[in-house]
Nanobody, 123 residues
């Protein structure tokens, strides 16, 4: 059973940057897609970004396109989410998740989830 642990969240001002990390154990991630999702208070969990197992293909939500970058280091079994030009509307708990096969944007297709890390962006 894979375990995912996110880190790197915090409180920042609008315009700042943060890098989230998601470290996996119990499973080699090479053949697994990795996704980042977020959930703001009172809202449903939404897709943010995903990268294929090979690391070649990436997908991004329109709301963060051009500001966030998802990357992975399979040697370290870790996935990253670099977040630049943060906005107050980016405030949420950020989760990483994994699935076998191709990367998708659908929350219900990911079968293992981390506990989440809080990102708060003040105006």
């Amino acid at each position: 059973q894979v375990q995912l642990v996110e880190s790197g969240g915090g409180l920042v001002q609008a315009g700042a940057s943060l890098r989230l990390s998601c470290a996996a154990s119990g499973r080699t991630l090479t053949n697994y897609a990795m996704g980042w999702f977020r959930q703001a208070p009172g809202k449903e969990r939404e897709f943010v970004a995903a990268r294929s197992g090979s690391g070649i293909t990436a997908y991004y939500a329109d709301s963060i396109q051009g500001r966030f970058t998802v990357s992975r280091d399979n040697a370290k079994n870790t996935v990253y989410l670099q977040m630049n030009s943060l906005k107050p509307e980016d405030t949420a708990v950020y989760y990483c998740a994994t699935k076998k096969g191709i990367a998708t944007t659908r929350t219900n297709e990911y079968d293992s989830w981390g506990q989440g890390t809080q990102v708060t962006v003040s105006s």
